[in-house]
């Protein structure tokens, strides 16, 4: 993607088996090659998933390795990633590792680029211990990159004369990467300096804006269902928003700020959510079955709470749904249902009057503090 835009990467090809990987090697400029390991996760070369072959052999022999592995990193938690691809790419003479990233600045409200002398595995060590070498300039979308702002960036992280001119062709590449296609981060890590002084974008982690992903058809067909969480991929056939946490108290919302608070109380009163999943503000029957479906997939949930307010969705709505979605799919754990906003009055009536195992709570502090004793029993 980045070399689309213009922007200087190492030859290479991506590999399933270890003979692909062989072929790929073989094929490169340099008789040396590097093994990645591509998975949706930072720290991989610290954890083994990056490895230096000599030869196309050797690049077999690692990717043998490396394929199957279960790759742990700080960003992967204690379980891992299993490997299911390797990236083989060609050896590169590095003389200078340097970091280089565009991300949204909320507070802005704007593009802004993170640069720093001190790239490689440790960056996130540098901004906690010497967040002076970490320099940022914010963009105008109007006028984009200007060359004195890239200029000034190379010069802070010791880029000379000639290395600052092709900086600022490269930086203005990959800012038209970005708003191009809709990114919400391009982070290079690292950029490096080669031993003949070119610049060169060695490894990259791209995030895109999901709310734009219909305008990009190709970016869609890249998407690896195998590196998410097969619940979470589930949740979004259906248009939910779900995210898998460590508890087990099941969480059905609508609204992604009422989703926090919700797992905020729930913190707050002792207990620990399982998930995040927001049905949307107009939600239908099937997606509050679904939403329940998933919910109860999750064998670690003990108890669900239910927090709706009713706007879009109006509560007698989210009543039906419930009820039919727990009748069919026979859900035997304990429920707390909590719900203000249109027609809450005839939404509870008919939770009270279908006989099955709601509690109904007033207030959210009630809801959180009723289900996470039911969880506890469970």
């Known amino acids: ?146 060359p004195f702002q890239a200029r000034k960036l190379a010069f802070g992280m010791g880029l000379n004369g000639t290395q600052a001119n092709v900086f600022v062709s490269l930086l203005q590449s990959i800012y038209k990467a970005f708003i191009d296609t809709d990114a919400s981060l391009i982070e290079i890590n690292p950029l490096i300096v ?71 109380i729930i913190k707050l009163s002792g207990g620990e959510p399982a998930n995040f999943l927001d049905v949307g503000g107009g939600a239908n029957a099937d997606q509050i079955k679904n939403a329940f479906r998933i919910l109860v997939a999750d064998t670690k949930v003990k108890a669900v709470l239910i927090n709706i307010f009713g706007g879009i969705l109006r509560c007698d709505v989210l009543a039906k749904g419930v009820i039919a979605a727990v009748t069919e799919l026979s859900v035997d754990l304990p429920i707390v249902v909590r719900m203000e906003g249109t027609n809450v009055d005839v939404g509870r009536q008919l939770l009270e009057e279908s006989t099955l195992n709601f509690s109904t709570a007033d207030s959210m502090a009630e809801a959180a503090n009723k289900v996470v004793s039911l969880a506890s029993k469970k």
């Open 1 to 146: 993607m980045l070399a689309r835009f213009g922007v200087p990467v190492p030859r290479g090809g991506m590999a399933t088996n270890p003979p692909q990987a062989r072929d790929i090697a073989s094929r490169l400029p340099t008789q040396s090659s590097v093994v990645k390991a591509q998975i949706h996760a930072g720290g991989r070369g610290k954890g083994g998933g990056v490895k230096l072959a000599k030869s196309p052999e050797e690049a077999e022999s690692l990717a043998k390795e490396i394929i199957g592995m279960t790759l742990v990193t700080h960003q992967t938690g204690p379980k891992g990633r299993q490997v299911s691809r390797v990236l083989i790419e060609e050896g590169m003479a590095i003389e200078r590792e340097l970091y280089l990233s565009i991300i949204i600045d909320r507070t802005l409200k704007a593009p802004v680029v993170i640069a720093s002398s001190a790239g490689g595995m440790d960056i996130e060590e540098v901004a906690t211990s010497t967040p002076e070498q970490i320099l940022r300039v914010t963009l105008n979308q109007a006028t984009g990159v200007i």
């Open 194 to 264: 080669t031993g003949g002084g070119d610049l060169l974008a060695l490894d990259a982690k791209v995030s895109f804006d999901d709310n734009a992903l219909y305008r990009h058809k190709d970016l869609q067909e890249l998407r690896d269902l195998s590196e998410e969480d097969p619940l979470e991929v589930e949740a979004s056939k259906h248009s939910l928003n779900y995210i898998r946490l460590d508890g087990n108290i099941g969480c059905m919302v609508n609204g992604a700020g009422l989703a926090m608070a919700t797992m905020d």
